[in-house]
């Protein structure tokens, strides 16, 4: 999984005088990647679609090493340091990375859960602005080297927006034609303003990458409402009742599919359609899939990159129906 | 009918303390009822998030007994968009950590049936422990 010196091989070109488009050029970028807990069990089929589809951008995610749980949630509480800890850790870790590797890897952080890009930017842009605060974190982890403050966190998407949804289209080799998805972001990536990656009112991220991969765009109002998050784990009937608004809302509006960044929101969406039955007998189920599955599928990838056997919905009668992929 | 609404020498010292520890000014809310029209949860709730914010400005300790309180689940609708520039997010946050630093769990991990502790992915049980244990 981890890049390779190949990567770093520069293809010859004969002449370099004509303008090139985006996907022709050779260069590849390292940047340090930091998966999150549930990235590795869950919601590996986020990561292992994640790799497969950056790989083919000329995007190597390398993963920082020893790094630990983000906290999955900030504390709200004024002035708690203690809970800036384990996201600064990670923080640390990516710092001694770049140092490490010199010039050839980026000095961002990407990751593509949003709750842990939501905890990791939160404590990068809190020890920014407030550097008594870092002094004494930095006092407080002496066995760590002091953090300087160079380190940024991105998500995967403000990558892909960034070098422009040409370049993902470029790549596509099975358009998505046919497909109505709709975008769900949840909370993390867009809320609090300061820390979201999109307008926290009308985020067209996802939205453009739908259309980069060729499938229709469906809007839906619930895409911005929370799903319950971690009330999950006590009070499941409550969020299912959240899941069947968003998920019947995408539908009424003529949604197939739902693609999401967040592990939890996944969850909430995908496994707890069977509580969103028990509740309401009408209810059809819909497939939840993370949005580097569709950019997998549309990249004409393989069942290693697409991990569909891990999504509680099986969205594969559907786009087998659809044509987008081979029967097996 | 002229109404007078007293705030109590203690329910002053607790408005005070949500103060502290939340780090908002809490008495500068309008009670314009955006966060209770933003709010997911406010269906499951027995008091809204305006309500939360109301008594909490009244300095009536009961709001401590609420389940409002528990259900926000920190999704920043209101936080986004509050006129007044208040984090409501971080009142619930003060409020729910009076109740968990007298090391009084809100959550029974124990209570929560095998198979469906094996179904949930660790960001759900990371996140309840955060925001339910002490």
Not at chain 1, 33 to 46: D, R, W
Not at chain 2, 36 to 53: K, V
Request: hydrophobic fraction near 40%.
């Amino acid at each position: 999984m981890k890049p390779t010196t190949q990567t770093k091989k520069r293809r010859s070109t004969k002449r370099d005088d004509s303008p090139q488009p985006v996907h022709a050029r050779s260069s590849r970028t390292m940047f340090p990647y930091y998966p999150g807990c549930t990235l590795k069990t869950t919601a590996q089929n986020f990561e292992d679609s994640a790799l497969a589809t950056a790989a083919i951008l000329g995007i190597d995610l390398v993963e920082i090493p020893r790094w630990n749980c983000c906290g999955v949630v900030s504390s709200l509480v004024e002035n708690d340091r203690m809970h800036h800890v384990a996201p600064l850790r990670n923080i640390i870790r990516t710092q001694e990375m770049i140092a490490e590797r010199g010039g050839e890897i980026e000095s961002r952080l990407v990751t593509l859960c949003s709750m842990c890009t939501n905890t990791l930017r939160r404590t990068n842009l809190f020890l920014k602005e407030n550097p008594e605060d870092l002094e004494a974190i930095n006092d407080y982890m002496s066995l760590e080297d002091n953090y300087e403050g160079g380190v940024e966190i991105v998500h995967f998407l403000e990558i892909l927006r960034e070098r422009g949804f040409d370049a993902v289209t470029n790549k596509v080799s099975n358009p998505l034609e046919g497909l109505n998805a709709a975008a769900y972001y949840g909370c993390m990536l867009l809320r609090p303003k300061d820390i979201g990656i999109d307008d926290p009112e009308d985020p067209t991220i996802q939205e453009n990458l739908i259309s980069a991969l060729g499938a229709a765009v469906i809007d839906t109002p619930y895409k911005k409402m929370c799903c319950g998050s971690y009330q999950t784990v006590q009070d499941r009937y409550a969020v299912a009742e959240l899941a069947y608004d968003i998920l019947t809302h995408a539908q009424r509006e003529g949604a197939e599919v739902i693609i999401t960044a967040c592990p939890l929101c996944a969850f909430n969406l995908d496994d707890r359609q069977k509580e969103v039955r028990e509740r309401h007998p009408d209810f059809r189920s819909i497939p939840v899939l993370y949005f580097t599955q569709l950019m997998a599928l549309a990249f004409g990838l393989g069942e290693d990159a697409l991990g569909f056997e891990l999504n509680s919905v099986d969205p594969r009668p559907l786009l087998m129906a659809k044509g987008l992929l081979a029967p097996r | 009918m002229t109404k007078i609404m007293m705030i109590t020498k203690e329910g002053e010292a607790f408005l005070a303390r949500i103060q502290e520890i939340s780090g908002e000014a809490i008495t500068a809310c309008d009670q314009c009822g955006t966060c209770s029209g933003s709010c997911p949860m406010a269906s499951e709730m027995d008091i809204t998030p305006s309500e939360m914010i109301r008594k909490t400005q009244m300095g009536q300790q009961d709001v401590l007994s609420t389940k409002a309180m528990w259900l926000c689940a920190a999704c920043f609708a209101c936080t986004v968009r509050c006129p007044r520039g208040i984090d409501l997010s971080k009142i619930a946050e003060a409020l729910r950590q009076i109740s968990l630093r007298q090391a009084v769990d809100h959550i029974d991990i124990a209570g929560i049936p095998a198979p469906e502790r094996a179904r949930l992915p660790q960001i759900a049980l990371v996140g309840a422990m955060r925001k339910f244990t002490s």
